[in-house]
Structure formats: structure tokens, C-alpha cells
């Protein structure tokens, strides 16, 4: 078998590594194989020979499958051993010497993901915790789909196979957000010096799908409020009553419901708010203080939908983290709303996307505009319900359904702003109740 060998030569003054023909990359027009030259100065004895050591054990493993780099490409692969220490002949063939090198200013994915939490934009200021909670888990799921590899090594070959993955099955519009997150994250890796460019840059487009603004009619409130967990009745009552967002609902804490105000209203503080710059008041009707009122009796403290079974904390692979939002989400609101035994029947074909806030936005523009209120005055207190500034044109794009015939959206407005407990209310909540009461002696 064809081996490298390295020799002395007295006429130069140098060492060097003769390199088979046959190990030579295709571009290689030489008769014979290459030489690789090494610098004449004292030691570079000791690095010709572990070079060609190298090449001959790579011959062993792989057969003379390989390509050995030419003379300039092993001072680059010099200068990178210095940096790196003795580099891994493995790696150049499996990443190649860009690789390599890119490889040495890079870090690992799941040592990157702990970081997230010490990002700033580019003016300095913070992100706020629900940003941050999403790019761990968009880049969890992503190192679940390739493994824990350098981020030097993702592109945009790794971001499309994540997303078209078929197994995972994302919905078009949810691919164009995990993109919009994962490109958000490695876009700050790349200002850390993890990685030159940000792959998502490069993958091809993906468009969202215009289904317009979805809500739940009013017998699918209904079943939210009659058969939710107990542990999450009152995010769903919330939800549907106030237009809070999950994860609103999920940082959200009794004190702030008050209903002995002469106007009951929940108020939330920027904390809890989506972006973390503005607060909001949001004004109860009647008929959803009636639903709240048992509750709020109980003067209760804490949050409003703690951890069910309270994991505090989960195993992610070697580490122990804290339970994030999006635990919640997934493992808890979504899981509820699918469940079969719940709910009068699983949600799972009939769930919309934020459905609570659009129903609540809608039902309250149309309630407005049916009652005493203006087209203008309709859209302002929606908006002002929903915590969006008055010049925001988010609410009638996003939020409000338009597309419902007027009649019968009109009439679904009236009776969703006239849906009172039933009678057995007082019976059905017990349970409910006691349950709100436990979370709150240990919070």
C-alpha cells in the first residue's frame, strides 16, 4: 500500500513529505505525487514525521480515499495547530480545512444555548425573558434534530432539513417563526465571533399562509370554560375574558386581578407584557367577573397557573434547568387543549393560533361597534383592551376577524359579552378552587 514518507534533504537544508499520486486531489496534474515541503527551521524534523504519520494512519482507517492538503493548505493547517493545539486529521476530512479552522473560534451548540441568557441587542439594552426563553428552545429542538454540533458547522443544509422535517411536521407559518428565532440567535453568535455568517440568511424562502384572523365561536367558549384542567381553568378563563396572551397567563399572579375597584380590570405591569416596555389595563365585563368572582374571593397569592405536578426544574441531557415558558406551553396549555378527555373533546383540529386574544379582540370590536360606539371608537377601545398604542394598525391585522358576515359575528359578539356561569357553577369550581387554594399556601 501507498504510504507518505518523510525525508531529509541535504542539498535544500529541509524536510519533506512525499505524498502518493493517488492521494493527491483530482486537480493534481503532476506525474508524480506531491511533495510538502517544511520549513528548514530546527524541530520541523519531529513535524514532518507526525504528519506523515498521520496521513499514513488516515490511509489505514479510510483506504486512499483521502485528499492530502497541498503545501500552502498545510501552513494554513500549521497556523491553525498553533491556535487549537494539535489539530484532528479526522476533522479535515469530514469539514475540510475551513472547517477546521472555523471550527477553532467556534463553540459547541449545547454549550452555546447557556449563553443566550447574557444577550444584548445592538443598542445594549436587554431582551426580554420570552425572547430569550424562545431561542433556547428553537435551538434545543434544532440540536435535537442534528446533534450537538459546532455552530460553525450549521447551514443552511441543517436549518432547511430541521424545518421540512417531516417527522416534526411543521405548519408553514410556524416554520416562518422557528426561522425568524433561529436567525434572531445565530445572528448574535455571529456578533460573538462564534460564526462568520448567519446560515439562515441562505436558506430558501419561507412564506407564511394567509388564513386570516381565526376565533372560536360560542359554543367552543363554552367547552373552554367547562372543561378545562383545573390547573389551567382559570389561564383559559383569562385568555378568553381579558385577551391575555399564554404567556401572559402563564406570569400573571392573583394580586393583579381587582375586582373591588369600581371598574374591575386586571392591570399587568410591563414585566408581564409581551416586549417589556408597556403595561396594561384591561376592564372586565360583567358577565367574566361573575366567572372570576369565586376565585378572587379567596384572596389568593402567587401566579395563576403555576407548573402542574410543579416541576421547578427538568434534566436536559447532563444539566438541570428551570422550567421555561414554553415547558408551559407545550407540555401543559397545548397538552390540555388536545387532550381528549377535556374540553368536551380534543381541540386538536380546532385550535387557533392565539384563538383566546382573537376572539376577545373580535367579540369586543363587534360588541363596541354593535352598542354605542363609532367605527373609530370601536377599533380605540379594542386597542386599549389588547395594551396597543393607539397609532398601532396590529389590531385590525392581526387581531380583529373582518371576514365573518356582520350579522352573525354581531350576534356572537352579544352573547359572548353575555355568557354567565351556569347555575351549577358554584358546584363544578369546588374543585378548581381547592386546587388554586394548594398552589397558593406554597408559593
Given at each position: 500500500m501507498f504510504k507518505a514518507v518523510a525525508k531529509y534533504r541535504s542539498d535544500r537544508d529541509a524536510w519533506y513529505v512525499y505524498v502518493p499520486k493517488s492521494l493527491c486531489p483530482s486537480h493534481w496534474t503532476g506525474k508524480k505525487g506531491r511533495r510538502i515541503s517544511f520549513s528548514r527551521e530546527r524541530g520541523y524534523k519531529k513535524a514532518a514525521e507526525a504528519y506523515a504519520s498521520k496521513i499514513n494512519k488516515l490511509i489505514r482507517e479510510y483506504g486512499q480515499q483521502i485528499k492530502v492538503p497541498s503545501s500552502k493548505e498545510l501552513l494554513r493547517l500549521q497556523e491553525i495547530s498553533e491556535k487549537i493545539g494539535d489539530y484532528n486529521p479526522d476533522e479535515v476530512l469530514e469539514v475540510?480545512?475551513?472547517?477546521?479552522?472555523?471550527?477553532?473560534?467556534?463553540?459547541?451548540?449545547?454549550?452555546?444555548?447557556?449563553?443566550?441568557?447574557?444577550?444584548?441587542?445592538?443598542?445594549?439594552?436587554?431582551?426580554?425573558?420570552?425572547?430569550?426563553?424562545?431561542?433556547?428552545?428553537?435551538?434545543?429542538?434544532?440540536?435535537?434534530?442534528?446533534?450537538?454540533?459546532?455552530?460553525?458547522?450549521?447551514?443552511?443544509?441543517?436549518?432547511?432539513?430541521?424545518?421540512?422535517?417531516?417527522?416534526l411536521n411543521y405548519s408553514p407559518n410556524y416554520q416562518v417563526s422557528i426561522l425568524r428565532f433561529l436567525s434572531g440567535a445565530l445572528s448574535k453568535a455571529k456578533d460573538s465571533g462564534y460564526i462568520e455568517k448567519n446560515p439562515c440568511f441562505d436558506t430558501k424562502t419561507y412564506s407564511p399562509v394567509e388564513t386570516g384572523v381565526g376565533i372560536y365561536d360560542i359554543s367552543q367558549c363554552k367547552r373552554l370554560l367547562t372543561g378545562a384542567s383545573v390547573s389551567l381553568f382559570l389561564s383559559h378563563l383569562l385568555g378568553l375574558s381579558a385577551g391575555l396572551r399564554p404567556s401572559e397567563c402563564r406570569r400573571t399572579k392573583y394580586e393583579y386581578i381587582k375586582l373591588d375597584r369600581k371598574k374591575p380590570c386586571i392591570i399587568l405591569p410591563s414585566s408581564v407584557c409581551k416586549g417589556g416596555k408597556k403595561g396594561k389595563t384591561v376592564y372586565l365585563s360583567d358577565n367574566w367577573i361573575e366567572w372570576i368572582r369565586p376565585i378572587f374571593e379567596l384572596n389568593l397569592k402567587g401566579y395563576i397557573a403555576p407548573f402542574p405536578e410543579t416541576p421547578k426544574i427538568r434534566e436536559s441531557g447532563h444539566k438541570v434547568i428551570k422550567a421555561t415558558y414554553n415547558d408551559w406551553y407545550h407540555k401543559h396549555w397545548i397538552k390540555d387543549m388536545e387532550n381528549p378527555n377535556r374540553l368536551g373533546g380534543a381541540f386538536t383540529n380546532e385550535r387557533v393560533f392565539d384563538g383566546h386574544r382573537h376572539s376577545f379582540a373580535?367579540?369586543?370590536?363587534?360588541?363596541?361597534?354593535?352598542?354605542?360606539?363609532?367605527?373609530?371608537?370601536?377599533?380605540?377601545?379594542?386597542?386599549?383592551?389588547l395594551g396597543h398604542y393607539q397609532s398601532s394598525d396590529v389590531a385590525i391585522k392581526h387581531y380583529i376577524n373582518l371576514d365573518q358576515h356582520i350579522e352573525d359575528i354581531g350576534e356572537w359578539a352579544r352573547e359572548f359579552f353575555s355568557l354567565f356561569p351556569p347555575p351549577s357553577y358554584g358546584e363544578t369550581i369546588g374543585e378548581t378552587l381547592e386546587y388554586c387554594q394548594q398552589v397558593s399556601a406554597v408559593a
Open positions: 475540510g480545512l475551513k472547517g477546521v479552522e472555523n471550527r477553532s473560534s467556534s463553540i459547541l451548540l449545547g454549550d452555546f444555548i447557556p449563553l443566550i441568557s447574557k444577550l444584548r441587542k445592538s443598542n445594549g439594552d436587554s431582551y426580554n425573558a420570552a425572547t430569550l426563553e424562545a431561542y433556547r428552545y428553537h435551538l434545543n429542538n434544532l440540536m435535537e434534530s442534528c446533534g450537538n454540533i459546532y455552530l460553525s458547522d450549521i447551514d443552511r443544509y441543517t436549518i432547511e432539513a430541521h424545518l421540512d422535517s417531516e417527522i373580535s367579540y369586543t370590536y363587534w360588541f363596541e361597534r354593535e352598542t354605542d360606539r363609532s367605527d373609530e371608537g370601536a377599533l380605540n377601545y379594542t386597542k386599549a383592551q
